[in-house]
């Protein structure tokens, strides 16, 4: 079954007008679930999570809505719910997108006893350069809900997200899951809200009704969600036609405007700007660190940081990495 979806919208967020057309065609599928067992970057490593907040590398650019995106962060939202910039508001002048495989309060089993985490979150890339597949796993994750409710954590859910490098094809996964009361778990709900967004477009695109079989939205005015959770071996599929949803043609490309120099011996990244801007620093667990007014050319002292990773971001939500050896 597919499903072709055509999204003309005016919508006005107080002064702002957004006048998008977007297609992306929908389908299900059905195919044994396969757990990542922690083979990969396990984000959490051994710690308790409750809306964890992560900077993921997915390893090359796909193509989402009107940009190019090569990052995703977890955080300031729940559940399995991901966004390309670090802080995600939700207002006309950021260029925000959000992957949302499963919304709804979800925490790590661990949490009950308060000792180890149950609920690991690994991701890992398979495949070779130009046909990589990115995957990420939220492994027998907990409602938070539940532990209020009842002081229990006996539900949980097994859930993927799926980038193809080469199609910017976006797939959810869903393996074994246990849900005892669903109005508990998601928030008065039947079922958990999933799809796909973008914020600058004003363009949701949600899934409701029966989870095998399910149709989309994209009003947003009440709260809305599937009918249950996904069955085991539920693929849900967002492909996009890339003669319309192209970047390379939109004027929304989150590019950087500012470029580095990074001097290794002393420790400083000179920052090149043709305009004066605020350039924000952060690690890859999406906390900001220190942020800095950047004109033209500044030097920005680099010493006190521990050796990694590390994110500089501007006002338009570009992204550069460097790494402090």
Do not use: C
């Amino acid at each position: 079954m597919k499903k072709k979806l055509v999204l003309t919208l005016v919508i006005l967020l107080g002064s702002f007008v957004s006048n998008a057309q977007n297609i992306y065609y929908f389908d299900v599928d059905f195919q044994p679930y396969q757990s990542l067992n922690q083979q990969g970057v396990t984000l959490n490593e051994n710690n308790i999570w409750d809306e964890p907040k992560f900077a993921v590398p997915l390893g090359f650019e796909f193509f989402f809505f009107d940009a190019r995106i090569d990052t995703l962060f977890t955080g300031d939202g729940i559940g399995a719910f991901l966004h390309n910039l670090p802080k995600p508001e939700l207002t006309p002048s950021e260029s925000n997108r959000f992957i949302v495989p499963y919304e709804t309060d979800l925490q790590d089993r661990g949490a009950l006893a308060g000792t180890d985490s149950e609920s690991p979150i690994v991701f890992r890339w398979e495949g070779f350069p130009g046909q990589r597949i990115f995957k990420m796993e939220w492994a027998n994750a907990g409602f938070f809900d539940e532990r209020e409710e009842y002081g229990t954590m006996n539900d949980f859910v097994n859930i993927q997200l799926w980038i193809y490098e080469a199609t910017s094809v976006i797939e959810f996964h869903y393996g074994e899951s246990q849900i005892s009361d669903p109005i508990v778990n998601f928030f008065g709900l039947n079922g958990p809200t999933i799809g796909i967004m973008s914020s600058v477009l004003s363009l949701p695109i949600v899934l409701i009704g029966d989870p095998e079989s399910p149709d989309l939205t994209n009003d947003l005015s009440v709260a809305v969600g599937l009918d249950a959770t996904p069955p085991s071996g539920t693929v849900y599929r967002f492909t996009p036609d890339l003669e319309t949803v192209n970047p390379i043609s939109s004027n929304s490309i989150i590019e950087p405007n500012f470029s580095i120099i990074q001097n290794q011996q002393n420790q400083q990244i000179s920052i090149l700007s043709e305009q004066p801007q605020l350039i924000k620093l952060y690690n890859l667990n999406g906390q900001l660190l220190d942020s800095k007014h950047i004109h033209q050319h500044s030097n920005w002292d680099m010493s006190l940081l521990s050796p990694g990773m590390y994110l500089l971001q501007d006002e338009q939500g570009g992204v550069l990495r460097f790494v402090r050896f």
